[in-house]
């Protein structure tokens, strides 16, 4: 049974990678140079071979990266490390050879592992990737990169110095719909981009079972300062990225307002968040995040002069789809008596909505759509093709471009999200962490 759902995630994989191909020779890549490592060429340079990985943080999150592993031929999980015996406990069971260590510095002494993937709270994300890098291993860490600009500045000069590979899990950028929907973006499509709508609702509390009041912040991290940045690297961290992977740039000025509004049960991040980012041109991304309602969902809308990418659906609409003037729409749906009733007073016709707007598809045949409801991780997301990514560089030493300057880049914006709603003020990107990827 495994091995069928293994043959057939790699025949996907191919697949998705054939289809890239095309794309990997043409002009396109200059927009997602991260997929150049991975044509289907190079993939077939590592057939038979096995990467040596081994997870840091057997958590939820990690368990969802081992089910991944098993699937991918070009790769055997030979370590686990989790100093939260539970959890290593379920992840041997998952991975039944692999050796286990409960200090992740011993981990990183055994020879015989080539990579090492990081799934731990934020905070100890910057101390393990620096940690990794210095012992010489391939590293994935978990995004967002750190908690905090310093450490995410430390990371990055690791890699400057590093011929590791290093690699953030930033899913989207292997997500077909995103890379398909940039594609069109940036062949003009939707014409110039005049805005961004990103937001992630949910009606989740984030809380998570304590067997003992002493595990509470170790359990609860998300909830903590100490250990998370709240919505914004939890959630904005992804589709932050988008934004900027669409502008090709950065934005310069970030104002925001934050608040527990709902959750009031003693965490000290943010249940709700509203995030202005401004780039030098006045094109604005709107980000808002709430987790008490989920009635609006996850989006990600790149909306252009001539039309719209809702890149979550991989789905796109034309302006010119929707021109019928609104009174000519009033009365066409009063003669489709689509209208109960039609006033006779005041507003009434809806000419400013989207309801006319013809839905064209970004992906052929089905596409998955992520809920944005599991705090896991989605299927079919791109997370399983990123990993694929990382085991393939364990056995090429190839590293994947841009992705560590991507993840650099969102992670910075995610915590001066958080500094701006904190300080109550306009923000202005600071000088001392500007990059030279970074455009403005
Ligand atoms: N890319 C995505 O879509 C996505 C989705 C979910 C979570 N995440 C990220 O994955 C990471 C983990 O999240 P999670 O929900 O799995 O958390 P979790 O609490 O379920 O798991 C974290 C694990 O790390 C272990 N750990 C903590 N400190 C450790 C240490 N010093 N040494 C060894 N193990 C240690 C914990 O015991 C726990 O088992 C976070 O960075 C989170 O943001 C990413």
Redesign the pocket.
């Known amino acids: 049974m495994e091995e069928n759902k293994k043959v057939e995630k790699e025949l996907s994989r191919r697949q998705f990678f054939k289809e890239l191909g095309y794309m990997a020779g043409g002009a396109m890549l200059l927009s997602m140079p991260w997929l150049r490592s991975q044509t289907p060429e190079k993939l077939e340079e590592v057939k038979g071979d096995k990467a040596r990985v081994a997870l ?7 368990q969802y990266h081992l089910h991944n592993l098993k699937l991918i031929p070009h790769a055997e999980v030979v370590a686990l ?4 015996e539970p ?1 290593l406990k379920a992840a041997a069971a998952l991975c039944p050879n692999a050796r286990t260590y409960s200090d ?1 510095q011993k981990l990183l002494e055994d020879k015989d592992v080539d990579g090492v993937i990081i ?4 905070n ?2 910057a101390p393990m990737v620096l940690d990794a890098l210095a012992a010489g291993k391939h590293t994935f860490c ?3 990169m750190a908690r905090t600009m310093s450490e995410c500045r430390a990371i990055y000069e690791a890699y400057k110095r590093t011929d590791k590979a290093l690699y953030f ?1 930033m ?1 989207r950028m292997y997500d077909e719909k995103y890379i398909k929907g940039m594609e069109r973006i940036h062949s003009g499509l939707i014409g110039d981009i005049v805005g961004m709508r990103c937001h992630w609702f949910r009606n989740a509390d984030w809380r998570r079972e304590v067997p003992s009041p002493e595990l509470e912040r170790r ?1 609860n ?1 998300r909830l903590y300062r100490e250990s998370s940045g709240g919505l914004m690297t ?1 959630l904005a961290c ?1 589709q932050l990225e988008v934004c900027n992977w669409a502008m090709g740039r950065m934005p310069e000025t970030i104002v925001g307002l934050g608040d527990i509004v709902f959750w009031k049960d003693g965490r000290e991040v943010y249940d709700n968040v509203n995030v202005i980012y401004r780039y030098a041109d006045g094109v604005k991304i709107n980000y808002e995040s709430l987790i008490s309602n989920k009635y609006n969902g996850m989006e990600d809308q790149i909306l252009g002069h001539k039309g719209t990418v809702d890149m979550t659906k991989g789905i796109y609409y034309m302006e010119d789809d929707n021109q019928i003037p609104g009174i000519r729409q009033l009365l066409r749906e009063g003669q489709e008596k689509t209208l109960g009733a039609i006033p006779t007073a005041g507003p009434s016709w809806r000419s400013e909505t989207r309801k006319a707007y013809v839905p064209h598809s970004l992906v052929n045949g089905a596409v998955s759509v992520n809920s944005g409801q599991s ?3 989605a299927d079919n997301d791109g ?1 399983d093709v990123i990993l694929s990514a990382f085991c393939q560089s364990c056995l090429t030493g190839e590293k994947a471009e841009s992705v560590v300057e991507e993840a650099y880049c969102s992670t910075l914006l995610c915590l001066l999200g958080n500094q701006a709603m904190e300080e109550a003020r306009i923000i202005k990107f600071p000088e001392e962490y500007k990059i030279p990827y970074m455009k403005f």
């Open positions: 840091i943080g057997c958590g939820s999150r990690g490390c989790d100093d939260y959890n992740y799934a731990t709270p934020l100890w994300h978990e995004k967002a899990c899913q359990i991290w939890e992804h705090t896991v991780g997370s």
